[in-house]
C-alpha cells in the first residue's frame, strides 16, 4: 500500500466512520477526509442521525480549502433531499476536483446517483478504495 496513496485517506475515513456507532442508526455509520496537497485539510464523520452528514462536517471543516482538495468518503454521497439536503450538491460547489468513495450506496434513494451526478459535472470519482 502506497503511504500517501488513496488506501491511506480511506483508512482515515472508515476509522472517522465508526466513531458514530450507535449514534446514527438506522443510516449507516460514514467518515469523510478532505485532502489537499497531501495535507488533511477536513475530516467529518455522521455523529448523530438527523444530523450532518460526514462530507458536511469535512467540507465545514475545510472551508475555502476545500477548492482543489481530493474527498474520501466511505459511502457514497447522497443525491436526494433527506433529513439533509445533497451532499453531492455541496461537494459540487465546494470546488473538490476528485472524489474516492469506498462503496456505493445500497439504498435506492442513492445507489448510484451521487457517483452519476459529480461525473455529469466533471468531477473524477473513484470507487471501490478499501
Same mark, same amino acid.
Given at each position: 500500500m502506497n503511504e500517501d496513496g488513496p488506501e491511506k485517506w480511506m483508512s482515515l475515513a @472508515?476509522? @472517522?466512520? =465508526?466513531? *458514530?456507532? #450507535?449514534? $446514527?442508526?438506522?443510516?449507516?455509520?460514514v467518515g469523510a477526509v478532505l485532502v489537499r496537497d497531501n495535507i488533511v485539510v477536513g475530516v467529518g464523520w455522521h455523529q448523530k442521525f438527523g444530523g450532518l452528514h460526514a462530507e458536511m462536517e469535512a467540507l465545514n471543516q475545510a472551508g475555502d480549502k476545500s477548492v482543489g482538495s481530493? @474527498?474520501? +468518503? !466511505?459511502l457514497e454521497p447522497c443525491s436526494h433531499h433527506g433529513k439533509t439536503p445533497p451532499c453531492a450538491n455541496a461537494i459540487l460547489k !465546494? #470546488? =473538490?476536483s476528485k472524489v474516492f468513495v469506498a462503496m456505493r450506496d445500497p439504498n435506492? @434513494? $442513492?445507489? *448510484?446517483? *451521487? =457517483? #452519476?451526478f459529480l461525473q455529469s459535472h *466533471? =468531477?473524477? $470519482?473513484? +470507487?471501490g478504495v478499501r
Open positions: @472508515l476509522d @472517522l466512520a =465508526i466513531r *458514530g456507532r #450507535g449514534m $446514527v442508526e438506522p443510516n449507516p455509520m481530493t @474527498l474520501f +468518503v !466511505s !465546494s #470546488g =473538490i435506492p @434513494l $442513492v445507489a *448510484g446517483k *451521487g =457517483i #452519476g *466533471g =468531477i473524477e $470519482v473513484e +470507487v
